[in-house]
């Protein structure tokens, strides 16, 4: 089932714009977005939370027009921001408490057992916890208003490796058991290795690709030789070359993979393809 689909969004600014931006996610899915700052990845999460409107465009949520359809279409999505910070002399009981009021389908049931299950205390000011477990407890503010959608922005941003693999347990478990769907943007692309099922790469505020993370992964190898190996036609199809005196470096689309027999031929990590692709463009 389609739990959200972007078609032709675009807004214009001055120095930048998003164009045409067009991809959708599956129910239970977790979908890394990536991209350079300043490709889109922002304005296209705003868009999604209505807190910047659109020039062109449509957003659904389960089937539900954004524009017809806000205030419910608000309460089945669920943002998390790594480094968000909020009233650092608050406890999470007065935050709560001022939360719940905003929702109707707020399950207070559900938010006990989210407390439970983080290992998040109420009595905690929010300047005790740490930035994982502040993540936590804005999961567990989403979680208790129903969300279907978690629209996570860097949730992984300044945490220790231990830390970070935590929370990515997390999120696939809400995807795996709970049916929870997570959009999640992050620069940290090995997170996504480990958690994404489905990528979206945004360049330049059009949309590169939007695929599984298998085949967005097999579309490319790595190719390494020496100069000797660089023939003309490999030296074309190369994406991202570089060149050095003793080497050359470059990623390939796999369809061209013959042209690099004889060299080192590797599969790239979503790290790679970013950065053969991002060196392409400037070229």
């Not at 979908?31 to 990845?41: E, L, Q, T």
């Not at 970070?164 to 995807?175: E, G, M, N, Y």
């Not at 660089?230 to 796999?254: C, M, N, V, W």
């Amino acid at each position: 089932m389609t739990i959200l689909k972007v078609e032709g969004l675009c807004k214009a600014y001055p120095e930048f714009a998003l164009r045409d931006v067009s991809f959708s996610m599956e129910s239970g899915s977790v979908m890394g977005f990536i991209g350079r700052n300043g490709a889109g990845k922002t304005t296209t999460l705003k868009s999604l939370l209505h807190l910047v409107h659109p020039d062109a465009g449509r957003i659904t949520l389960l089937g539900k027009d954004m524009d017809r359809d806000e205030q419910e279409i608000r309460r089945s999505i669920g943002f998390v921001s790594g480094g968000l910070s909020y009233y650092p002399r608050k406890h999470l009981r007065q935050i709560t408490d001022a939360t719940r009021r905003f929702y109707p389908t707020w399950d207070e049931k559900m938010y006990r057992s989210c407390l439970e299950r983080f290992r998040l205390s109420e009595d905690k000011r929010t300047s005790e916890l740490s930035e994982g477990m502040k993540v936590k407890y804005q999961l567990a503010l989403a979680m208790s208003h129903g969300a279907k959608l978690l629209i996570l922005d860097e949730p992984t941003s300044g945490l220790d490796p231990v830390s970070r693999d935590d929370l990515l347990d997390l999120f696939l478990t809400l995807a795996e058991e709970d049916g929870v769907s997570i959009l999640f943007s992050t620069h940290i692309t090995s997170d996504l290795e480990k958690c994404a099922d489905c990528i979206t790469y945004i360049q330049n505020g059009r949309i590169f690709a939007s695929r599984t993370k298998k085949d967005f992964l097999a579309a490319y190898v790595l190719a390494e030789g020496t100069p000797e190996q660089l023939t003309p036609a490999l030296e074309r199809a190369l994406i991202g070359l570089r060149k050095h005196r003793e080497s050359f470096a470059g990623l390939l689309e796999a369809k061209d993979a013959a042209l690099a027999a004889g060299c080192r031929v590797t599969q790239p990590t979503l790290e790679d393809i970013m950065v053969h692709l991002e060196r392409e463009a400037e070229q």
